[in-house]
């Protein structure tokens, strides 16, 4: 890597982020990267965040580093892809779930992350557009989502996962149907269901092994309909999120495809269903979505198998 640009938001106020970034700036020169080849760019919205990634790749930069978990990565990848997907993304995970790096294996601790931005190797990997903007990770509407819509951002920083917990039985006590058209490869499906779940890699929830056979690489969403969300069947269903056969259970339909369009064919005026994409709010349905096979390159550890 001969250039690098870090993005980071100089509004968030963090001593720690700023310790980080001095951290990856000894390292990068530690490695012989002098200070005219490291360049600091501070965001001021998600926007603007996209906007310079997008930037730093025409401009020519090598590698672009954030700090961040799902929804700040997202930002930064659909940059680059616009950009020309000629520079590489290293990704010091700094979210509450950090469902991304997990499937991409790269590290939680942060100095082994630090290393891995130059130490380790770039590997091609799918994004998924979603209408007008894109997904690296998951996109959920249902029981998922609403159970996300009030949990504020220090909230996430103060509890982590278990933020999510105040809504929870709230939400599934609702007991809210969604019914939904789904249109893939010529086939349409018509459900009544409780969650939909769409995923581009192998972790959800944190949990790495929710689904196995799906890879960052093999062009490919996988799309989970559950059409009953009691909170008995949910604790029936945590060893099998676990295991990674999630699946098998027998209200739970699954498919994967490279495009899908869904919309809703049955809802009141104050139920237009709204997506989540990589944790943050996203589009009100309908949607189109496709994969974008080896959209990007991401720094991934030398050991990395998936």
Same mark, same amino acid.
Request: hydrophobic share 40%; no cysteine; glycine share 8%.
């Given at each position: ?30 490695? /012989? ?33 954030t700090?961040? /978990?799902?929804?700040?990565i ?18 010091i ?17 942060r ?8 130490? /380790? ?30 949990? *504020? ?12 917990? *105040?809504?929870? =039985?709230?939400? !599934? ?7 939904l ?10 459900? *009544? ?12 929830? /944190? ?38 056969? =999630? ?23 104050s139920? *237009? ?22 959209? !990007? ?10």
């Amino acid at each position: 890597m001969q250039t690098v640009a870090i993005l980071y938001n100089p509004q968030s106020g963090d001593g720690d982020k700023q310790s980080l970034i001095a951290e990856v700036q000894d390292y990068l020169h530690s490695k /012989g990267l002098t200070e005219d080849k490291v360049s600091l760019i501070g965001t001021e919205s998600a926007q603007h965040a996209f906007d310079m990634a997008k930037y730093a790749t025409q401009a020519g930069v090598d590698l672009i580093v954030t700090m961040g /978990g799902d929804g700040t990565i997202n930002k930064i990848a659909a940059g680059i892809y616009e950009g020309g997907g000629t520079a590489v993304l290293g990704i010091i995970p700094a979210g509450t779930v950090n469902n991304f790096a997990k499937a991409l294996q790269i590290p939680r601790e942060r100095s082994a992350a630090i290393k891995n931005l130059l130490e /380790g190797k770039p590997k091609a990997i799918d994004l998924a557009q979603v209408n007008d903007e894109y997904m690296i990770s998951s996109l959920t509407l249902g029981i998922l989502a609403d159970i996300a819509v009030d949990v *504020k951002q220090e909230e996430k920083r103060q509890f982590g996962a278990l933020a999510f917990l *105040k809504n929870a =039985f709230k939400i !599934i006590r609702r007991n809210r149907n969604y019914y939904l058209t789904l249109l893939t490869e010529g086939t349409e499906l018509k459900v *009544k269901t409780k969650l939909l779940l769409i995923t581009m890699t192998s972790s959800v929830a /944190g949990q790495v092994n929710f689904d196995r056979d799906a890879k960052p690489d093999d062009g490919l969403m996988s799309i989970y309909l559950m059409s009953d969300f009691r909170f008995w069947r949910v604790l029936r269903y945590l060893p099998s999120f676990v295991r990674g056969d =999630f699946a098998k259970h027998s209200d739970i339909k699954h498919f994967r495809t490279s495009r899908l369009q869904i919309s809703q064919y049955k809802h009141r005026k104050s139920q *237009k269903a709204r997506t989540r994409v990589d944790g943050d709010k996203s589009q009100y349905l309908p949607i189109s979505l496709e994969v974008l096979p080896s959209a !990007i390159s991401v720094m991934v550890p030398e050991n990395t198998h998936s």
